[in-house]
């Protein structure tokens, strides 16, 4: 997965590297436990995605965290994970104070190019192609 970034005339796509610390998954999860269905409900790009074994006492909606996919630090639904997880922490928002180690050396080697050609403006994320 790139970071593409763009100046004046370039595009800069740096690479990230999950580190597999579940960090994200502990503070950020967006999964929904559906009391009507009794299911967990997360969003993939294939569609919704749910999911039983969860005993919540709720009678509305709740986001469950940390994610419920997490298992022994490692996400059990990795190839089919949420798109907010897949694009994680390429966003506008970066990595919403979670502390993410890859998202942290890419702000460094964005700050050094910058020191080279300029600001740079985030554009969005490019998934590798498998």
């Not at 593409?4 to 005339?9: K, L, N, Q, S, V």
């Not at 409900?41 to 419920?68: M, Q």
């Not at 922490?89 to 970066?94: A, D, H, N, Q």
């Not at 990595?95 to 460094?108: L, P």
């Amino acid at each position: 997965m790139y970071a593409i970034y763009r100046a004046e005339g370039i595009e800069v796509a740096i690479p990230f590297e999950c580190r597999m610390c579940g960090k994200c998954c502990e503070k950020l999860s967006q999964c929904v436990y559906d009391p009507l269905s009794g299911k967990i409900i997360a969003e993939t790009e294939f569609g919704l995605f749910d999911y039983i074994e969860l005993s919540v006492d709720a009678k509305s909606p709740v986001l469950i965290k940390p994610c419920p996919f997490l298992k022994d630090g490692k996400c059990e639904i990795h190839e089919i994970r949420p798109k907010s997880c897949r694009d994680f922490p390429l966003t506008e928002r970066g990595d919403c104070g979670v502390g993410c180690e890859g998202y942290r050396e890419i702000k460094e080697r964005v700050k050094k190019i910058e020191s080279a050609v300029g600001k740079l403006e985030f554009i969005g994320v490019e998934h590798d192609s498998d």
